[in-house]
């Protein structure tokens, strides 16, 4: 079993940064992919990074350019960093883990998940 816990979030202006954490336990070890997903109120929950080991990445098109993640494998901490933030990146953001060979923005493929930290950003 593999425990993500989120931090980070907060409310902030447009054009504005915030940086948010993910810090596994457990079986950490295990944990090939991490990635980062958000979900707005009344949407559909959508990834926006993910990273495989410390190798490949992928961001989803809205995000790309603006967001990074990056990890500390020593302490199991991956990070998001997101700048010029826009009041469309306005979320609940999760971290996933899973043991999957490749960076991954799909839910399905991640069996862990955070219990999210909540990012609001005002025009």
């Known amino acids: 079993q593999v425990q993500l816990v989120e931090s980070g979030g907060d409310s902030v202006q447009t054009g504005r940064s915030l940086r948010l954490s993910c810090t596994a336990s457990?079986?950490?070890?295990?944990?090939?992919?991490v990635a980062w997903f958000r979900q707005a109120v009344g949407r559909a929950r959508e990834g926006v990074a993910s990273?495989?080991?410390?190798?490949?990445?992928d961001y989803s098109d809205s995000v790309v350019g603006r967001f990074s993640i990056y990890e500390d494998p020593y302490k199991h901490i991956w990070y998001l960093q997101m700048n010029n933030l826009k009041p469309e990146d306005s979320a609940m953001y999760y971290c996933?883990?899973?043991?999957?060979?490749?960076?991954?923005?799909?839910?399905?493929?991640?069996?862990?998940w955070g219990q999210g930290t909540q990012v609001a950003v005002s025009s």
């Open positions: 996933a883990a899973g043991s999957n060979w490749s960076p991954s923005l799909t839910v399905s493929d991640y069996d862990y």
């Open positions: 457990g079986a950490a070890y295990a944990v090939n992919s």
């Open positions: 990273r495989f080991r410390q190798c490949d990445v």
